[in-house]
């Protein structure tokens, strides 16, 4: 399972790879992104951005129901990621004190950050999935890789 997951975000990043190639614009690749991992990867419910910005974290481009446009600072899954400058993988978030429910329907969640070219964590990239224990080690390691694409 682990190595069939890892060659498909593989496959992923090969494609993402090739079309971002277009602009280095970090919102329109973020976008693409959002995009393919979305209707590639099973049960992505939410996939996503959100931008630190003057101490905020505000959505970015995303595909998925509508989210939360603010996380509220220091709170929740995607702030955790952020201060402790790691990504983090929630196998039930119902048991992750503070986290944010922008969906009732969300079980699991991975935060990833996103750094720019100074290494300075300037985004994450967010994922929910309707399973509960959807992420593991081989999603983080895809994920990963792939918001290496962004700022380069
Ligand atoms: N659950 C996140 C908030 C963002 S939504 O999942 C899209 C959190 O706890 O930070």
Redesign the pocket.
Known sequence: MEDRNLARYERVYKQVAGLISATSHPITRMATMAALLHHKMKDYF?T?F?FLEGGD?I?GP?Q?PV??LK?KKD??????AINRGESVVVGN?NE?P??????SL?NS?I?VPVKDKMGQIVAVL?V?SRAFNRFEDSDRQGLEKLVTLIYQ
């Open positions: 939410w996503g959100y974290l959505v995303y998925g989210a939360c996380l709170v929740g899954v995607c702030w955790a978030v992750f503070g986290h944010i429910a922008c969906s969300s969640e935060v967010d929910d």
